[in-house]
């Protein structure tokens, strides 16, 4: 009897210590910062690689929300097959790697996985501004809405906030194209910092209409 309770307070105090570790680990995290967001978005909109950059320049600006969106990440549940991700939400296996497949397969790594659930907890809004974006029509939610009531052909982007590596070097977003009649899209983009600079390395379109 003597030896399960001092098993139990083993059990105890260890579920405690980690628990303290974790917790304490989360509060060493700091936020990205407001303009390693700005520039993330900015190489978004201005890769060649993607099709928004083809209509830049021209007189009729292209729309883009201010309001950048949650990207909810979730979890594969216990015992059930993987589920594709919709929307703004993202399976963070899908991100960080699966036990029985090679990390390199993965953009993240699973040392990116606490500091992922942090920014997801902890960094729910984010609003760009014109004066950082002068490329394209920054517009607010209520002015977009008026727009899809108002207008005969409306077209907007908006895009999520991006999730970034621990060491600050990779980023994930995905963004949106919405308009009327059948021209909407959706994108993942992986992006990485190289000389001080965000650059998009890939990129994969989610669904199209």
């Avoid at 549940?77 to 899908?94: C, D, M, Q, V, Y």
Wanted: proline share 2%; glycine share 4%.
């Amino acid at each position: 009897m003597r030896i399960l309770c001092c098993l139990v307070s083993f059990m105890f105090l260890t579920f405690f210590f980690a628990s303290c570790q974790k917790e304490k680990s989360n509060n060493n995290f700091k936020l990205p910062k407001n303009e390693d967001i700005n520039a993330i978005i900015k190489a978004v909109i201005n890769s060649d690689s993607l099709e928004i950059a083809q209509y830049l320049g021209k007189e009729n600006k292209v729309s883009f929300c201010e309001d950048l969106q949650k990207l909810k990440i979730e979890h594969i549940e216990k015992n059930k097959l993987p589920k594709k991700a919709e929307g703004e939400s993202e399976l963070i296996e899908f991100l960080i790697g699966f036990p029985d497949i090679p990390k390199e397969k993965f953009f993240f790594s699973k040392s990116d996985s606490l500091y992922i659930e942090f920014q997801n907890k902890n960094f729910n809004t984010f609003k760009i501004s014109q004066n950082d974006f002068n490329e394209v029509d920054i517009k607010s939610v209520k002015e977009v809405r008026n727009d899809i009531k108002s207008v005969k052909y409306f077209s907007y982007y908006y895009a999520t906030i991006p999730i970034i590596s621990l060491d600050g070097k990779k980023a994930y977003v995905k963004y949106t194209l919405n308009c009327s009649g059948l021209c909407g899209a959706g994108y993942r983009v992986f992006l990485e910092k190289k000389k001080g600079k965000w650059i998009v390395v890939k990129y994969r379109e989610e669904w199209v209409s």
